[in-house]
C-alpha cells in the first residue's frame, strides 16, 4: 500500500472490541490510523458495551485523529450518493458519509464489508485479512 495513512471502518472496530479480530491492532501497528467522525459518532451511539469495552474504545479514540465530515467531504458524498442511485446501488446515508471522507482525503478504508464498498468507485478498499 503507498499510503502510510488508513481510515478504521466502524465495523473493523466493533469486532475489535468484541475480540474478534486484530486487524485494528496490526493497523495500529503499521499505520497512521484515523476514524471518520461519522464512526465516532456510530461507535459513542452503541448502547450495549461492556465496562471493558468501553475502556478499549476510550483508549482507541484517545489515539487515533477523527478526520470531520467537512464541505469537501460532503461534496464527495453528494456526488457518490447521486452515482449509486442511479446505478441501483445504495449503501446507506451513513457509508456513504464515511466514503466521502476517505474520497476527499484520499485515503484507504479497512473495512469488512468490502463487497459493500466496492460499489464505490476509486475508494481504495483494505479487508481485515490483507491487513
Known sequence: MATSRLVLD???VI????????????????YDVSI????HYELLSVKFMSVRQ???L?????IVDVIPFDVTASEH???LWNFLRSQGQLIGVMDT???GICLSQN???????????QRVPELKIVSPQDI
Open 77 to 79: 458524498a453528494a456526488q
Open 54 to 56: 468501553q475502556a478499549s
Open 36 to 39: 471518520t467522525a461519522i464512526s
Open 97 to 99: 458519509h464515511i466514503a
Open 10 to 12: 466502524t465495523d473493523v
Open 15 to 30: 469486532d475489535h472490541l468484541r475480540r474478534r479480530t486484530e486487524a485494528v491492532n496490526i493497523a495500529l501497528a503499521k
Open 58 to 62: 476510550a483508549q482507541i479514540l484517545g
Open 107 to 117: 485515503l484507504p478504508l479497512l473495512t469488512r464489508n468490502t463487497k459493500h464498498f
